[in-house]
T-cell receptor, first 114, second 115 residues
Framework: DTEVTQTPKHLVMGMTNKKSLKCEQH?????MYWYKQKAKKPPELMFV???????INESVPSRFSPECPNSSLLNLHLHALQPEDSALYLC?????????????FGPGTRLTVL | QKEVEQNSGPLSVPEGAIASLNCTYS??????FFWYRQYSGKSPELIMS????GDKEDGRFTAQLNKASQYVSLLIRDSQPSDSATYLC???????????????FGQGTILTVHP
C-alpha cells in the first residue's frame, strides 16, 4: 500500500456542527501532516505529528483539533467553524527522522462551511 | 523577501516544446527540494526531488539545483497537453532544529501546453 487515503472526499457543515476528517497511511511513515489549501494558493501547513506526538502547531485556531491515535491514523476534529474555513484539507505523510523528506499527499477533503 | 519564490506565470508553451519553471529560496542551509504537480481540483503530486547540486533526470523531467545561487528549476521536455497544471516548488526548511523540518511552498506556476 503506497498511498495516503482521506475521508470524506467532500464535507458540508454548518457553523454549529462538529465533524471529523480522517487520514490513513500504511507505508510505515512516522510523520504526518495537515495542510489547508485555499483556491489558487499553495498548501498552508497546520499541524505536524512526528512519532505520534504533536510537533508543530502553526498557530491554528482551537476550532481545529488534531489527533493521532496511532502511527497510521490522523484525525482533524472540527467544531464551530467559520465560512472562511472552507478549503481543501490535505493530509500528507513522510518517513520519520533525518534524511530525505519526501512528503506524499492524500487526495484531500473539500470542506464547505455554511 | 518570500521564503520560496517561483517565476510568475502563467506559462504557455506549444506542444513538444521545453517548459522551464524556476524557483529561488531564502534559507541558505536548506537541503531538500521538491517539485509537485497539481491538477485543478486535485491534490499535489510529487514529481521530482533533488538534494545535491547539479541535474537530476526522470523521463521527460529534469530538476536542476544550484545551492550557491539558491536556485532550483524544473525542465519539462516534449511538453504535452496533459502536463498542463500548477507546478509547486517546495523547500524543506528548518523548524526549530527538528529533524522533520517544514515544507515551504512557492506560490505555484500555472503551465498551459497548447496543441
Amino acid at each position: 500500500d503506497t498511498e495516503v487515503t482521506q475521508t470524506p472526499k467532500h464535507l458540508v457543515m454548518g457553523m454549529t456542527n462538529k465533524k471529523s476528517l480522517k487520514c490513513e497511511q500504511h507505508m510505515g511513515h512516522r510523520a504526518m501532516y495537515w495542510y489547508k489549501q485555499k483556491a489558487k494558493k499553495p498548501p498552508e501547513l497546520m499541524f505536524v505529528y512526528s512519532y505520534e506526538k504533536l510537533s508543530i502547531n502553526e498557530s491554528v485556531p482551537s476550532r481545529f483539533s488534531p489527533e493521532c491515535p496511532n502511527s497510521s491514523l490522523l484525525n482533524l476534529h472540527l467544531h464551530a467553524l467559520q465560512p472562511e474555513d472552507s478549503a481543501l484539507y490535505l493530509c500528507a505523510s513522510k518517513p520519520g527522522g533525518q534524511g530525505y523528506n519526501e512528503q506524499f499527499f492524500g487526495p484531500g477533503t473539500r470542506l464547505t462551511v455554511l | 523577501q518570500k521564503e520560496v519564490e517561483q517565476n510568475s506565470g502563467p506559462l504557455s508553451v506549444p506542444e513538444g516544446a521545453i517548459a522551464s519553471l524556476n524557483c529561488t529560496y531564502s534559507d541558505r542551509v536548506s537541503q531538500s527540494f521538491f517539485w509537485y504537480r497539481q491538477y485543478s481540483g486535485k491534490s499535489p503530486e510529487l514529481i521530482m526531488s533533488i538534494y545535491s547540486n547539479g541535474d537530476k533526470e526522470d523521463g521527460r523531467f529534469t530538476a536542476q539545483l544550484n545551492k550557491a545561487s539558491q536556485y532550483v528549476s524544473l525542465l519539462i521536455r516534449d511538453s504535452q497537453p496533459s502536463d498542463s497544471a500548477t507546478y509547486l516548488c517546495a523547500v524543506n526548511m528548518r523548524a526549530g532544529g527538528t529533524s522533520y523540518g517544514k515544507l515551504t511552498f512557492g506560490q505555484g506556476t500555472i503551465l498551459t501546453v497548447h496543441p
